[in-house]
């Protein structure tokens, strides 16, 4: 797994990388109560906000950690958004994309350097 | 946090592992463990206990208690005469304008009025009092914490400890005994559930909050709960559902006006933005403040507008929107035009640019369960 300075976690699963938040960030979002995915065939870059998570408290947009294609959403969040609480690093994955160029992978943290991040 | 006051609570709100925050310059508990979905539903099942400490306390006296009642009414559009001891009233203090300067609560004990108003806006409204108030004592109360106990297990909690509270009404007011201690109790709250506020003396307040949480029914609550709370109750947030730009009329609160200070009551007008004030309890105001219930389930949030469908021009906006816990759906309140703030009426909220279905609806969202 490798993480991002914005706290998603990236699971690379042969030419897709499925993306989700950490337990860090989801403790911090607090409750979960509505997620907004985009569309699957969408072609995104680096830096797009690609998901809205609301919590309790406030509105969150969750950006493209890389450029490539969303082929697939987790529908599931859309009647349970309290996955993202519940399993953060598992069931409530957001998005798999098709990654463009997969040497965008390489500078991203391990789980080290994103612990040591958020100590 | 640097700068920012602390309640005689704050370090039980440490303790208690609370996640503090900037709140009108004090460091507030947002949440504690359980985050704020569980603590506005536990409050909603038993009873949560709030540090409103914050808030500001400040006594009026005069040579006569009707004296003071009188020079009151001067700032309030409130019969204040006609609290009888014992109780209390919600009030506004009302600008030249007609706009809403704060909301307050006002008791009448016996010798003196209890005034409760809102953190942020406390020194202005000492200041305001102090310069109008001719031949009353304004008086800050600095040394007393103000704990809420809300929720259905509130009146159990605190009758363990206080037993006379059990037979107050809501907005009864009461000066009690808690182990020699002298407590100010209203049965009041800020969460459309039965409950009490409580003023305390600052050094005895972590006791009183220590006995009642270690009843079983009793869990802390924060400020994120607090919000969602009053918001299903339809309760206003100064400073965002109400402020210098809104009236009493537009903000749906003609209630907190009786009819001694409506026009042919016994004291008619005398108070800040009479003329405007008294003629919109007639003729009405030209937008309202009301319900929206989202289609959906995307919260609709502060700052979202209010559109007719497949119109351009924006007929309202939003003060405050969230999720209702309790609902289990997405509630939202603010301002519309007259026009369209009848019940049912469907318009449509922008969110994220993208434009979606809202019904007007009445509040509170969900039945209050005050015992009256």
């Given at each position: 797994?490798?993480?991002?300075?914005?706290?998603?976690?990236?699971?690379?699963?042969?030419?897709?990388?499925?993306?989700?938040?950490?337990?860090?960030?989801?403790?911090?979002?607090?409750?979960?109560?509505?997620?907004?995915?985009?569309?699957?065939?969408?072609?995104?870059?680096?830096?797009?906000?690609?998901?809205?998570?609301?919590?309790?408290?406030?509105?969150?947009?969750?950006?493209?950690?890389?450029?490539?294609?969303?082929?697939?959403?987790?529908?599931?969040?859309?009647?349970?958004?309290?996955?993202?609480?519940?399993?953060?690093?598992?069931?409530?994955?957001?998005?798999?994309?098709?990654?463009?160029?997969?040497?965008?992978?390489?500078?991203?943290?391990?789980?080290?350097?994103?612990?040591?991040?958020?100590? | 946090?640097?700068?920012?006051?602390?309640?005689?609570?704050?370090?039980?709100?440490?303790?208690?592992?609370?996640?503090?925050?900037?709140?009108?310059?004090?460091?507030?508990?947002?949440?504690?463990?359980?985050?704020?979905?569980?603590?506005?539903?536990?409050?909603?099942?038993?009873?949560?206990?709030?540090?409103?400490?914050?808030?500001?306390?400040?006594?009026?006296?005069?040579?006569?208690?009707?004296?003071?009642?009188?020079?009151?009414?001067?700032?309030?559009?409130?019969?204040?005469?006609?609290?009888?001891?014992?109780?209390?009233?919600?009030?506004?203090?009302?600008?030249?304008?007609?706009?809403?300067?704060?909301?307050?609560?006002?008791?009448?004990?016996?010798?003196?009025?209890?005034?409760?108003?809102?953190?942020?806006?406390?020194?202005?409204?000492?200041?305001?009092?102090?310069?109008?108030?001719?031949?009353?004592?304004?008086?800050?109360?600095?040394?007393?914490?103000?704990?809420?106990?809300?929720?259905?297990?509130?009146?159990?909690?605190?009758?363990?400890?206080?037993?006379?509270?059990?037979?107050?009404?809501?907005?009864?007011?009461?000066?009690?005994?808690?182990?020699?201690?002298?407590?100010?109790?209203?049965?009041?709250?800020?969460?459309?559930?039965?409950?009490?506020?409580?003023?305390?003396?600052?050094?005895?307040?972590?006791?009183?909050?220590?006995?009642?949480?270690?009843?079983?029914?009793?869990?802390?609550?924060?400020?994120?709960?607090?919000?969602?709370?009053?918001?299903?109750?339809g309760?206003?947030?100064?400073?965002?559902d109400?402020?210098?730009?809104t009236t009493?009329v537009e903000a749906a609160l003609a209630?907190?006006?009786?009819?001694?200070?409506?026009?042919?009551?016994?004291?008619?007008?005398?108070?800040?933005?009479?003329?405007?004030?008294?003629?919109e309890?007639?003729?009405g105001a030209p937008r309202r403040r009301v319900g929206f219930l989202?289609?959906?389930?995307?919260?609709?949030?502060?700052?979202?507008?209010i559109f007719r469908?497949?119109?351009?021009?924006p007929v309202g906006d939003v003060t405050?929107?969230?999720?209702?816990?309790?609902?289990?759906?997405?509630?939202s309140m603010g301002y519309v035009e007259t026009e369209f703030s009848g019940t049912g009426t469907v318009l449509e909220a922008?969110?994220?640019?993208?434009?979606?279905?809202v019904t007007v609806a009445d509040m509170?969202?969900?039945?209050?369960?005050?015992?009256?």
């Amino acid at each position: 797994m490798k993480y991002t300075e914005e706290h998603e976690w990236l699971r690379v699963d042969g030419d897709l990388v499925v993306v989700g938040i950490t337990e860090h960030a989801a403790e911090q979002l607090g409750d979960v109560v509505f997620v907004e995915l985009p569309e699957a065939g969408t072609q995104v870059s680096s830096g797009d906000d690609i998901v809205v998570i609301e919590s309790v408290k406030a509105a969150s947009d969750i950006a493209a950690p890389v450029d490539g294609e969303v082929v697939e959403v987790n529908d599931a969040l859309a009647d349970t958004p309290g996955l993202v609480n519940a399993d953060p690093l598992g069931a409530a994955w957001f998005v798999k994309m098709k990654v463009d160029d997969p040497n965008q992978l390489d500078g991203f943290m391990s789980e080290d350097e994103y612990k040591d991040m958020i100590a | 946090m640097p700068n920012l006051d602390r309640t005689p609570l704050h370090d039980l709100h440490c303790e208690l592992d609370a996640r503090m925050v900037p709140f009108a310059g004090y460091e507030m508990p947002v949440q504690y463990y359980d985050g704020v979905l569980w603590e506005h539903l536990h409050t909603r099942a038993s009873a949560g206990l709030f540090d409103v400490s914050h808030m500001g306390q400040v006594r009026v006296s005069a040579d006569s208690l009707e004296e003071a009642q009188l020079a009151l009414e001067a700032l309030v559009p409130v019969s204040v005469l006609g609290i009888p001891e014992g109780r209390q009233r919600y009030g506004l203090f009302t600008s030249e304008t007609g706009g809403i300067l704060d909301d307050l609560m006002i008791a009448n004990r016996g010798d003196d009025l209890l005034l409760v108003v809102n953190a942020a806006t406390k020194e202005r409204d000492v200041a305001h009092l102090s310069a109008n108030l001719a031949g009353c004592a304004v008086t800050p109360i600095i040394d007393r914490a103000l704990l809420a106990l809300q929720g259905p297990a509130s009146e159990a909690a605190l009758a363990g400890l206080v037993p006379g509270v059990a037979e107050m009404r809501f907005m009864d007011t009461s000066v009690l005994d808690w182990n020699g201690v002298e407590l100010w109790v209203s049965r009041s709250g800020y969460t459309g559930e039965d409950g009490y506020e409580v003023s305390i003396s600052s050094s005895k307040a972590r006791a009183l909050a220590e006995a009642l949480l270690a009843s079983e029914a009793v869990i802390p609550i924060g400020l994120g709960a607090r919000d969602s709370l009053r918001l299903e109750a339809g309760l206003c947030l100064y400073g965002s559902d109400i402020d210098t730009t809104t009236t009493p009329v537009e903000a749906a609160l003609a209630w907190a006006i009786q009819k001694a200070r409506r026009r042919g009551g016994e004291r008619e007008g005398g108070f800040p933005g009479a003329a405007r004030i008294l003629e919109e309890l007639e003729a009405g105001a030209p937008r309202r403040r009301v319900g929206f219930l989202p289609d959906g389930r995307a919260p609709v949030r502060a700052g979202a507008r209010i559109f007719r469908e497949g119109s351009d021009a924006p007929v309202g906006d939003v003060t405050s929107g969230g999720f209702g816990p309790s609902l289990g759906r997405p509630v939202s309140m603010g301002y519309v035009e007259t026009e369209f703030s009848g019940t049912g009426t469907v318009l449509e909220a922008e969110v994220r640019g993208k434009r979606m279905p809202v019904t007007v609806a009445d509040m509170p969202f969900r039945p209050s369960t005050f015992k009256r």
